[in-house]
């Protein structure tokens, strides 16, 4: 034992006691309970080490160990893949895919909580060094909060206001609103739909919204989560109880047709409103230069 060996037990400890606050099985049930659990908790754990280590190599000038604590950092981009290729195979079995945006958000959230944890347990460690372990606990406490902010992003109810609207057919055409969502001939069909069919209309807040809303993968994470947490009434090779979500052209809302097993107003629209608003799927068409030079976008 030398100095460096309670500083470095008390990084790894916190990256640790980090990597588990930012594993959640909620649900979607990913990741799965509990082997896919101990993947994560192994990978955070070697996360926790290398930002631990890094504050004694620099002190001792152990310049080479940065280079290839470097080295070792870029190698959680596999993490990424790891999820991208798991999900991707997963997807393939769903009755409401989640869609290739979502899992890409998906993979890089697991990527990005590894660095939240090197980066907790590198000040936490730093302090122990410079100060103490008062101070130490600390920077831990200010580690976690930077980890809580960064945990999610923003949410579909930030964006949109979310309106419920009975679906109902025009002929052969399903509608929500006076948006047209798919056609459907058989009567017994359209008796199912109804019986068991929820419509929803969001109505985006700004012209950002309307960009972002309009993503085709945004629109299919709102159809997953959903069709997850209040369960879906169909199988495969049903095209007609398939759940979608259409587009408004001219102001740009965007109507839900969903048919879950449980029937809940307010509980669907707390789940749409929780969605995730994917950053693979964020737009910002007012940030343009060419946009500020016109008249405001609404």
Do not use: C
Request: no cysteine; proline share 4%; net charge positive.
């Amino acid at each position: 034992m030398n100095e460096y060996t309670f500083p470095i037990l008390f990084g790894v400890f916190v990256g640790v006691v980090t990597r588990l606050y930012l594993l959640k099985t909620d649900y979607r049930q990913y990741p799965t309970y509990l082997h896919g659990k101990i993947i994560h908790i192994a990978l955070g754990f070697i996360a926790a080490g290398l930002g631990t280590i890094a504050v004694p190599a620099i002190m001792e000038k152990e310049f080479a160990a940065i280079t290839f604590l470097a080295l070792a950092a870029s190698q959680f981009r596999d993490v990424r893949n790891m999820e991208r290729n798991t999900l991707n195979e997963l997807d393939q079995y769903e009755l409401v895919p989640r869609g290739k945006t979502y899992i890409e958000g998906i993979a890089i959230v697991f990527e990005g909580r590894n660095y939240l944890v090197i980066f907790t347990s590198f000040v936490s460690t730093l302090a122990y060094l410079v100060w103490n372990i008062w101070a130490a606990v600390i920077a831990s406490i200010i580690g976690l909060l930077v980890a809580r902010k960064f945990m999610s992003g923003s949410r579909l109810k930030d964006i949109v206001d979310i309106e419920y609207v009975e679906p109902h057919f025009e002929g052969a055409g399903l509608y929500v609103d006076n948006i047209y969502i798919m056609n459907i001939g058989l009567p017994a069909r359209q008796k199912e739909i109804l019986r068991y069919g929820m419509g929803f209309v969001l109505k985006p807040k700004n012209f950002n919204a309307r960009s972002t809303i309009a993503n085709l993968g945004q629109r299919q994470a709102i159809l997953h989560d959903i069709s997850t947490a209040l369960g879906v009434y169909r199988d495969s090779g049903t095209p007609a109880l398939v759940p979608l979500a259409k587009r408004d052209l001219d102001d740009g809302r965007v109507g839900i047709f969903i048919l879950p097993q449980e029937k809940d107003i307010e509980k669907a629209k707390a789940i749409i409103g929780n969605v995730p608003t994917l950053e693979n799927a964020i737009r910002m068409p007012t940030e343009s230069e060419a946009n500020k030079k016109g008249r405001k976008l609404r």
